[in-house]
């Protein structure tokens, strides 16, 4: 959630913390702040613009701390703004995560005269690290570590010890980054890429001391740990629009791309098989599963129910998929042959590494499907899966959901091919996957019909999608898609749901957006538009290109391209997706920052 930026070095501080904050804004905009040592704190409420304004020329000092804010504890206001600081103002926190304790603390805080002046559980912790502070930063931040309970990244600096700073992480991330005129810290990686591309990602239990040309890291107990730098496979150039109005716009239209970069040296077309060297170690087990269990949040949760039907139907593989803030706190009865796969583009989402470590506990077999390299997730499962989607900017999930969906169909594909699926239809899937990007560059060439649409369904206040069989998920995900971006109430249902309660919802004022491609399920989809009609709700429908008869039923119609069932999915979200994004501009929304959301939910 919130986003982190920390620097110490040669140059000015203050502009490369506001550009570091701009970055990482995406992981929070409710209010920001820096601290640059012998200064008080500045914060403004709202985006990052609103704080540059308030610093007229740069501030003196070559390190400093910054902070995105994503409110939990205390409402989004100057006051609940981070940076914290200490009684005395000279030692400032910014803080990601929950301090579970925090009311405890904060009694005895008060007992000992010490005063606050927000809502939040981070002021708690800069004040106890000032009471504990003694001239030695490490050793205070150690000690107040010692007794909290709940999860943080922290980074502390001091007016005292400018050119040192302390980061601490435990679930929440901290990424250090090593550059030629200086070090930083931060949240997350992309907002390092400006700098440098050498970063050392800290562990749940550690913590670092950070100079202008050294660092240490050490866990909590005060052993220290020798970590080589790893070094990022993106570039500065792929978090910026390069030319598009918004990040969610230009997401949407990675999406060939991204299938391109998903599917490169995986696929074995003329052998109807998928290669997947992450998983390689572990493929007898896989093979041999008696049920896998998919663990996700979001629209991570809806790919994971796409896999499900693909994987049961063409790999005969049993799945279950679980809600990752559901699976962690549930009497979980796996046989010791299952194994849990995490689905997740930020390898940080709190519910789900519970869910992970839950399963590891009950020592099962943990796999991952993760976008960031280097995240908590990719590191603590047994194999996995990298998407290989890029950094991904909007809060709203498109590009990452799409590499989800195709990395399913390679673990179909891989699975199927040494459970019984025949190299005849390993290859008619494979050669259908290899097209699939040229297929969506010509798709996307002209997107002139959804916005049309989306002008027309703009003025409605409900929404009701529905899908069957390997669509239904893309239902949710695309009521999920209008919702987020758009503030549209949405709600989704498998096609033949809709005459057990939820079709008294609909009337002229409620459209239905169906989505109906030429399946086996064809006909009943048509059915329960007709189902609808007579219920005078205005129809949209996606459906297959040539498809005449469904003008017939439906008040309006997007085509999509036609291809083997298993990959329909993927074309079926890119509509979906264009549909919310244009409605929310059409609304005059900022799609890519919709309100009360964060793109990483890294707190429970």
């Not at 009684?87 to 301090?99: F, K, T």
């Not at 019984?420 to 996957?433: D, H, N, V």
Request: proline share 4%; aromatic share 6%; net charge negative.
């Amino acid at each position: 959630m919130c986003g982190i930026f920390g620097y110490v070095g040669s140059r000015t501080a203050s502009p490369i913390l506001l550009e570091g904050l701009r970055t990482l804004e995406y992981r929070g905009y409710d209010s920001a702040g820096i601290f640059i040592p012998g200064n008080a704190p500045i914060k403004a409420v709202g985006p990052i613009d609103n704080l540059a304004k308030k610093i007229e020329s740069p501030l003196s000092g070559t390190s400093g701390i910054a902070h995105t804010r994503w409110a939990t504890h205390g409402a989004p206001t100057e006051v609940n703004a981070h940076p914290h600081t200490d009684m005395s103002g000279s030692l400032a926190i910014v803080h990601n995560g929950i301090i579970e304790n925090f009311r405890q603390l904060k009694e005895g805080l008060k007992a000992q005269g010490i005063s606050f002046e927000s809502e939040t559980d981070s002021e708690v912790l800069a004040k106890l690290i000032g009471t504990l502070y003694k001239g030695d930063l490490l050793e205070a931040v150690r000690s107040a570590l010692a007794m909290v309970r709940g999860t943080y990244g922290l980074v502390v600096i001091a007016n005292n010890q400018p050119g040192t700073i302390v980061t601490a992480r435990m679930g929440s991330p901290i990424v250090l980054g090593l550059a030629s005129d200086g070090n930083l810290v931060s949240s997350d990686p992309s907002a390092l890429l400006a700098h440098t591309k050498d970063v050392i990602y800290l562990e749940d239990g550690e913590y670092a001391v950070v100079t202008k040309d050294f660092y240490q890291i050490m866990t909590l107990k005060g052993q220290k740990r020798d970590k080589k730098p790893e070094t990022v496979e993106w570039d500065v150039e792929e978090v910026q629009k390069q030319g598009y109005e918004h990040f969610m716009l230009k997401e949407i239209f990675e999406a060939p791309e991204v299938i391109k970069n998903t599917i490169r040296g995986r696929l074995l077309v003329d052998k109807g098989r998928a290669k997947l060297g992450g998983l390689e170690p572990v493929l007898d087990q896989l093979t041999s599963l008696n049920r896998l269990v998919i663990v996700g949040c979001g629209s991570a949760y809806y790919a994971g129910e796409v896999g499900r039907y693909i994987l049961e139907e063409y790999a005969g593989l049993p799945v279950d998929v679980e809600l990752g803030s559901e699976y962690r706190y549930k009497r979980n009865l796996p046989d010791k042959n299952s194994a849990v796969l995490a689905v997740t583009q930020s390898g940080e989402t709190a519910d789900t590494l519970a869910s992970l470590r839950s399963a590891k506990e009950q020592n099962l077999l943990t796999l991952g499907i993760v976008n960031a390299v280097g995240s908590t997730i990719a590191r603590e499962t047994d194999a996995g899966v990298y998407n290989h989607a890029g950094p991904e900017v909007a809060v709203a999930s498109t590009k990452a959901f799409i590499s989800q969906l195709t990395v399913f169909v390679l673990l179909t594909l891989l699975i199927g091919r040494e459970k019984g699926m025949t190299q005849e239809e390993g290859e008619e899937i494979a050669a259908g996957l290899e097209k699939l990007p040229e297929i969506l560059e010509k798709y996307l060439k002209d997107t002139k019909a959804i916005e049309v649409v989306a002008k027309k369904y703009a003025n409605y206040r409900d929404a009701m999608f529905i899908g069957r069989k390997f669509h239904t998920p893309i239902a949710y995900e695309g009521s999920l898609k209008l919702k987020e971006v758009t503030y549209i109430h949405a709600e989704a249902y498998a096609g033949g749901e809709l005459k057990h309660g939820s079709i008294a919802m609909l009337d002229e004022n409620f459209p239905l957006v169906a989505i109906v491609p030429k399946d086996d399920v064809y006909e009943k989809m048509i059915s329960n538009i007709e189902e609808v009609r007579a219920r005078k709700a205005p129809v949209l429908a996606i459906g297959t290109e040539g498809d005449a008869d469904l003008e017939k039923v439906a008040d309006d119609v997007l085509h999509i391209p036609k291809v083997h069932p298993i990959l329909q999915p993927v074309v079926t979200t890119v509509p979906m997706q264009l549909l919310a994004y244009y409605i929310g501009i059409e609304k005059g929304l900022n799609v890519d920052r919709p309100r009360n959301l964060a793109k990483s939910v890294t707190v429970e």
